[in-house]
């Protein structure tokens, strides 16, 4: 087998396309886009909540429940051959703490509530006894009523965050810095309580009350002002603010709004990384004048390079309004002027879930926002275009699309097509079609495979790229009798087919794998189970990268090569963790003696399979794999030298004291006599020119020897003494703390410690493999920013600013600390 295929066909198809041949015999052809994959998960509690099922852009689901929030992370195993999803799962507990808002001394507080339940007057009692929020002594409610994910980039390692709402109106925002937990990052309802003790329980910009808390419309009032009914987070704002020094730095900011059952709308804003309280910038408070509020979502447009927002607020009772949001404090933020209102009739038909889809219109030839929300068993919906003459509006509904009310509803971050389900199982997708000036929407029912038909479906939730659906259902009704037990599953069908996930990959402008992770497994999962690289992918893989050599393009490669290495292996018919008790004991008399025990048939079991023409076949096959992954991640290998190479002469003036192995990294390029790169000789030589026939060779340790460069994986002295040598600038990691890759056995220098101050060059998507022959290509999208060494999870060429030119030394700090490569591809295929 080689890399590149040598004999062209004359005829070019598109990938995703099969000939009439290759469609009458492709058994992927008859499965369809829809097909079910394992495993099913089952949840040990029965949902709750709005919306129980959400979907991440890093690949992790959360399906909200009466016990907690349980957690699924899709990986791309490429050390595995099960052609199963592989779901990493973890879970968040419902506090056992209730909790208790903050409305005023708890004196006061407690005489309030002792007058009010005792009243004469029923109106008053009833209406205090019945609130499970005044009164929490009547029962409340345990589990979560909605979870929302943040955008890439928001946590230490660049994840995303989750806000979760308890059922006993609880805000609270969770991170997963370390493998398998969850940590509370931050209390936003304790925090907006104390902030709004300090101000009296005034509203924005008034004096405080003069009612007390023995008046039940204040303490109405108060209760309410800090009850969340919803909550969403913004995309991440970047702006550049300028040092002392000149510099410019650039700094990220997210926006976190929450919809208080009062109509008042809180807008939080962090700065990024979010590593607890002390990252919240500003907390400002909007009033909406919103009745009966019910739902809430971002409103984003781009028009003329400007990108505006503005929050989409639903009310139980139907109207729908964008609100704008001023935030003077935000730098390059625009928003509305006024209000803007979608629909205003109040027809008593709640709205349920809002979306909102960025898209271009063909016919105006300009960016547009399509606002779409679930209103019963209705659709409505609206777009909005800025042109010449202001903003236009048009809006409508989509009638007979369920015959029950829509109980979910979600729409792909990468793509134009709209799910909804209704609690009858009925599974419907609309595809957004422009006319001159308004919209249609072409209507397709979701025929679901056998296990997911007719079962009863409380949410939904599609992949960023639209490739996998995500459903919670139970059992529904079989011959019109209920079941006698309802246990909850998650389960996945796919929307795409692997000929679909592999056109797009190839053209997609995202250029990294881990954002399209779940086309990804797709691809991976025809390649398991053809045991194949389809012949059409293969062929327009190797001419995109002979044409533009683009490392993504090369990290995908190296990827579907390992999957088909796995594709040969036979899987185990015991579990590896099991131990074997077929090896025979030998004494010792009947070794000196050469008596043979039951061991000695293993050369008959090797001769036997030399003798199998099919198991000499595969073992061929499988050297030519394994010779096929060394020569890409040779070539990844050298590339991405060259670029530690290049950062090494930019911004360095000598090379004495850097801390990568120059020497030994030119040396190791130039031993290779096949590899002819003149760009890769001039730099060396220039390198060699500045370090003026030094070689600043790194020294063991222990005992103070030279650790030669002949390994990219590791570094051995003269007396034994191995280290693990750095993925990302091949140092000699001679400390006992670094991080380890948990799936593959790469391992990354720490960060270099706070105290010091230190800036960075510019050291962007380079590209590097890891130490295994056959583990996962790791690359970091940026591995240099102009930042201090915050704990971000990338690897950072830093130079000391404080110290002479002539001694500036590089150091880096690499790795994501406690998760494994594959998790998030973005920093190994990526």
Known sequence: ????????????????????????????????????????????????????????????????????????????????????????????????????????????????????????????????????????????????????????????????LLASLTLDHRLTIHSSTKRLQWTVVADLTQLYGESLESRGYSVPGGQPSKA????????????????????????VCTTQHVQTNNECKDVGTVLLAVLMENGDLVVWQFCLPILGKDSVLSCNTIQSGVLSPSVLAWWEYEHSGRKMSGLIVGSKLGPVKILPVNLKA???????????????????????????????HPKQNCNCSLVVAARGSYLFWCLLLISKAGLNVHNSHVTGLHSTPIVSMTASRQGSSIYTCSMDGTVKKLTPIFTDM???FKQE?????????????HGIAVSPHGAYLA???????????????????VQFVTLKTPND?????????????????????????????????????????????????????????????????????????EARWRPTHEDSKVFVKDEEGGVVGEGGGGEEEVVSKLQDPEARALEEQTGEVIAWIEAVEAHLTREHMKRVLGEVYLHTWITENTSIPTRGVCDFLTSDPTYEDRAAQVLIGHIQKKMNKQTFPEYCSLCKEVLPFTDRKQAVCSNGHMWLRCVLSYQ????????????????????????????????????????????????????????????????RVLVHSATPPSSRTIGQACGEPGLHCLQHLCACLD
């Open 1 to 160: 087998m080689a890399a590149c295929s040598p004999n062209r066909a004359p005829d070019r198809v598109e990938v995703g396309q099969l000939t009439e041949a290759e469609r009458e015999n492709d058994p992927w052809a008859a499965l369809g886009p829809v097909v079910k994959r394992d495993p099913v998960i089952k949840l040990l509690s029965p949902v709750s909540g709005l919306e129980p099922l959400t979907w991440s852009e890093d690949h992790r689901i959360s399906a909200s429940s009466t016990s907690g929030i349980s957690l699924m992370e899709v990986v791309c195993d490429v050390h595995g051959n099960k052609q199963d999803l592989v779901l990493h799962r973890t879970s968040i507990p419902v506090p056992d703490q209730v909790c208790e808002l903050k409305v005023g001394p708890a004196e006061e507080l407690l005489r309030a509530k002792d007058k009010f339940s005792s009243s004469s007057d029923p109106a008053m009692s009833q209406s205090f006894m019945l609130d499970r929020v005044l009164n929490p002594t009547v029962g409340v409610h345990k589990g979560i009523l909605y979870t929302s994910w943040s955008p890439l980039g928001c946590d230490a390692n660049g994840r995303c």
């Open 445 to 457: 029912e979701i025929v679901l495979p056998e296990g997911l038909a007719g079962r009863r479906i």
């Open 212 to 235: 007390n808390l023995l008046d039940l419309a204040e303490l109405q009032r108060r209760y309410r002002m800090q009850t969340p009914v919803r909550m969403e987070w913004s995309s």
């Open 732 to 795: 000699a990691c001679q400390t006992l703390a670094y991080r380890r890759c948990l799936l593959q056995d790469s391992i990354a220098r720490l960060p270099v410690p706070e105290g010091q101050v230190l800036t960075g060059s510019s050291l962007s998507s380079c590209s590097l493999i890891s130490i295994s022959s056959y583990s996962a290509l790791t690359q970091y999208k940026k591995v240099l920013e102009n930042t201090q060494t915050g704990s971000r999870g990338y690897c």
């Open 501 to 573: 996930a592999a056109a797009e990959l190839l053209e997609s402008p995202v250029q990294s794998l881990f954002k399209q992770t779940d086309l990804l497994d797709l691809v991976r999962w025809r390649v398991l189970r053809d045991k194949r690289i389809p012949a059409l992918l293969q062929e327009e893989l190797d001419d995109k990268v002979h044409n533009t050599g683009s490392p993504y393009l090369w990290r995908l490669k190296l990827f579907l090569v390992r999957v088909l290495y796995q594709s040969l292996q036979k899987a185990p018919v």
């Open 438 to 440: 308004a919209v249609a």
């Open 330 to 360: 935000v730098k390059g933020y625009f928003t509305l002027r006024q209000p803007v209102v979608l629909w205003q009739e109040s027809d008593q038909i709640p709205v349920h879930n809002i979306k909102c889809i960025s898209l271009f």
């Open 471 to 489: 459903l919670v259902s139970t059992e529904g009704m079989t011959n019109g009798q209920h079941p006698v037990s309802r246990p909850y599953q």
